[in-house]
């Protein structure tokens, strides 16, 4: 137990602020998981290799002399037709399975991604400098890298575009009817394979936005992505699903939380306080819906 | 069609059986001292692991082209066995029991990293197979009271045991206030218990001790602390993730701090990925080329550094450095042991006494060598921004001049 952060008030600004870029970040990654879950039924447990493979993008980029910030465009655009491979040439076997199916499926694909990055990248950590400054706010008690910053409104640029593009666009309302009734949305002529395919290749390119961010603001590794994977996990489970904006505040709410933790109960509980709380909700979800008796038994 | 693939088969096969069939019952064959080594050439240590193997390959080059090793008036040359352990601790301990039991290997080298070293040591030492190895530090394999496991590095709670004393002699002798941040792994957990033995000795005090999970790859709540309490020192200890890290976010955080020290620069690559912001920054290593030790086969670490990379195309980190020392000490044993009995080498390696150009190397009872201090280096950088690693600490191979306190980012 530590006291710091109550006798020196204004590191729970730190706390919260630090905590609410991270999340952000955390939300992208989580709502292309979300999307994907809903739309598809697939848990992907390569989503945080995905987002490691968009962060090579970036680095690449850097190494050539090209700001990494411009990955933030080409990674995605990369990405996509990542998505769009690995979906042809393994989800569409997978997609109408059991969730168990296409989690061994998934899995399968991360240690893959793994061992291929590892094998054209290297083992080395790497990361790309985006020589953006710092921000200091209330007499420079409170600093926040203005990479971190970068990062947050960049992501909620895609956020927002996407939240638009799903309700205004012909392929977003097809993304839609899908999700709610695949069976009649066929019925209805839409080609749910493409449907399929595009939201398993918009997931790929929120991975390749937020990996490009990632590359700037953290660090690049092959084995790096199953941390990325969980935590977008939980954010989605926590928002419950199908409820985008939720995923947002549940991002942001976990980080603010984690941080938290960490000046409170010290470092090594920081991870562990967040699985904790993903305990509490999912009990306190399960006793508010059999009060309802909606949930069956 | 079919008598053409079976034939082909066949002859493989058969060539298969007589390429392996030389190995198979490998120890000493002719004249030649067969070792065994199992080192990540794939996987998460893939570039450590080859650092590992150029070493252990370069020494075994120069010892062989410089006489071999002489036992019994006979002289024999070394070679070595290679299999990749995939950066997997189970791996390691399965190709430990295949070197022994399948290929008939009497005599081992170590493979990279704590981890793998401590599951291939329960292997070796039931079969009573004398390994030396080079790149596991971790206190643990030293207390468990194996015999035939020898280490030519430093163990890791020396690691950052000098920047203490340095902080504290430079503080007038008087206890400093020390924040830390240590990865939750064996490795740099062992630096941190090392941390706690130097603060408890010179009267310092711990005021911030961060245990950073394995998956975090942010420390900015660290950090933030740092600012508030403004210890003298802080240590960072996380492999090459951590390093990185640290130095991105100690910049962009503009945490000022009197000094830094932190293991894996090198490996890092940390003024290369990070330029001017890593500078001032101390690191602990095993070893430097301007280090002054000699030896007759490699002469000194200027040389050693410039054959190395001649050989390989890269200046030798310190993990290739240690790892060609290793075989230096095996032909030693070997020569005084004068048979290639395990047990009288076993004897002979544990009362090693020599120099070489990577340092002193002397065993103490639990395999790990203890005349060889670990050095500090800082970065330095010079004004068109290209950096370099200079020796500050022990003084007495002090290539350049410790910068202390750390200038402060307001006035960089």
Redesign the interface.
């Known amino acids: 137990m530590d006291l710091l952060i109550f006798q020196v008030p204004i590191l729970m600004v730190q706390a919260s602020m630090d905590g609410i870029l991270l999340g952000i970040l955390f939300a992208l990654i989580a709502y292309g998981m979300a999307l994907q879950w809903g739309v598809m039924n697939i848990i992907n447990i390569a989503q945080g290799d995905l987002v490691i493979l968009g962060g090579y993008i970036a680095y690449f980029m850097y190494l050539y002399g090209i700001h990494p910030a411009w990955g933030v465009i080409v990674s995605p655009i990369i990405m996509y037709f990542v998505g769009i491979g690995i979906y042809k040439l393994v989800i569409n076997k997978v997609v109408d399975r059991d969730l168990f199916i296409s989690i061994l499926a998934t899995f399968g694909i991360s240690i893959l991604f793994m061992q291929l990055m590892n094998f054209a990248f290297g083992a080395d950590v790497v990361l790309a400098n985006s020589g953006y400054g710092t921000t200091m706010l209330f007499d420079n008690s409170v600093v926040l890298p203005n990479s971190k910053i970068f990062a947050a409104i960049i992501s909620i640029i895609f956020a927002i575009g996407l939240v638009v593009y799903m309700k205004k666009s012909k392929l977003g309302r097809a993304i839609r009817a899908t999700a709610q009734n695949a069976r009649a949305a066929k019925i209805l002529g839409v080609d749910t394979e493409k449907v399929y395919a595009a939201t398993f290749g918009i997931n790929a390119a929120l991975c390749g936005v937020a990996g490009a961010l990632i590359s700037i603001t953290f660090t690049i590794h092959p084995y790096m992505g199953l941390p990325y994977t969980i935590r977008s996990f939980m954010i989605v489970i926590v928002a419950g699903l199908g409820n985008l904006p939720g995923v947002a505040i549940s991002g942001m709410g976990l980080g603010v939380f984690e941080e938290f933790a960490d000046y409170i109960l010290g470092t090594e509980f920081r991870i562990g306080s967040v699985f904790l709380l993903l305990v509490l909700i999912l009990v306190y979800r399960r006793f508010k819906l059999s009060k309802k008796r909606e949930y069956l038994k | 069609m079919k008598i053409k693939n079976f034939i082909i088969t066949f002859v493989s096969a058969i060539a298969l059986i007589l390429s392996t069939s030389s190995i198979s019952f490998a120890k000493v064959v002719g004249d030649k001292i067969i070792l065994g080594a199992a080192v990540s050439l794939?996987?998460?240590?893939?570039?450590n692991g080859v650092h590992t193997q150029n070493g252990y390959n370069m020494a075994v080059d120069r010892i062989n082209s410089m006489g071999g090793i002489k036992v019994g008036g006979k002289t024999y040359k070394f070679d070595i066995i290679y299999y990749d352990d995939e950066?997997n601790p189970k791996r390691a301990a399965q190709l430990a029991e295949r070197l022994i039991s399948q290929d008939g290997v009497e005599f081992m080298l170590g493979p990279y990293s704590s981890g793998l070293t401590k599951a291939m040591a329960p292997v070796t030492e039931k079969y009573g197979v004398p390994m030396v190895e080079a790149n596991g530090a971790s206190r643990s394999l030293f207390t468990k009271g194996y015999k035939y496991l020898f280490a030519v590095l430093a163990p890791a709670n020396l690691y950052l045991d000098v920047a203490i004393r340095t902080a504290v002699e430079l503080n007038g002798g008087k206890g400093v206030k020390i924040a830390q941040?240590f990865e939750?792994d064996a490795f740099s957990q062992d630096v941190r218990l090392g941390i706690l033995d130097a603060a408890k000795e010179t009267g310092s005090e711990i005021i911030i001790d961060?245990?950073?999970?394995k998956?975090?790859?942010?420390m900015?709540?660290?950090l933030?602390?740092v600012?508030?309490?403004k210890p003298d020192v802080l240590v960072v200890s996380g492999?090459?993730?951590g390093a990185?890290?640290a130095i991105?976010?100690i910049a962009?955080?503009?945490v000022d701090v009197p000094m830094l020290a932190m293991t894996h620069c090198d490996?890092?690559?940390l003024s290369k990925?990070?330029?001017k912001n890593s500078q001032y920054a101390l690191c602990a290593s095993q070893w430097h080329k301007t280090l002054t030790y000699k030896d007759k086969w490699f002469k000194d670490g200027m040389t050693y550094d410039a054959d190395f990379t001649k050989m390989f195309g890269y200046a030798p980190p310190y993990q290739a450095a240690e790892s060609s020392a290793a075989l230096l000490v095996f032909k030693d044993a070997f020569e005084r042991a004068n048979s290639f009995d395990q047990k009288k080498v076993r004897d002979a390696l544990a009362a090693t006494d020599m120099q070489t150009f990577y340092g002193n190397i002397k065993f103490a009872p639990g395999g790990q060598n203890v005349s060889k201090p670990m050095v500090l280096f800082q970065v330095i950088c010079d004004n068109s921004g290209k950096c370099e690693n200079k020796v500050v600490a022990p003084l007495k191979w002090a290539s350049a001049k410790l910068i202390h306190p750390i200038p402060k980012w307001s006035e960089r």
């Open positions: 794939t996987g998460k240590y893939s570039s950066s941040a939750q961060d245990k950073l999970p998956e975090l790859n942010d900015a709540a660290t933030a602390k600012k508030a309490t492999h090459t993730k990185l890290t991105r976010q962009e955080m503009k490996a890092a690559k990925q990070h330029g």
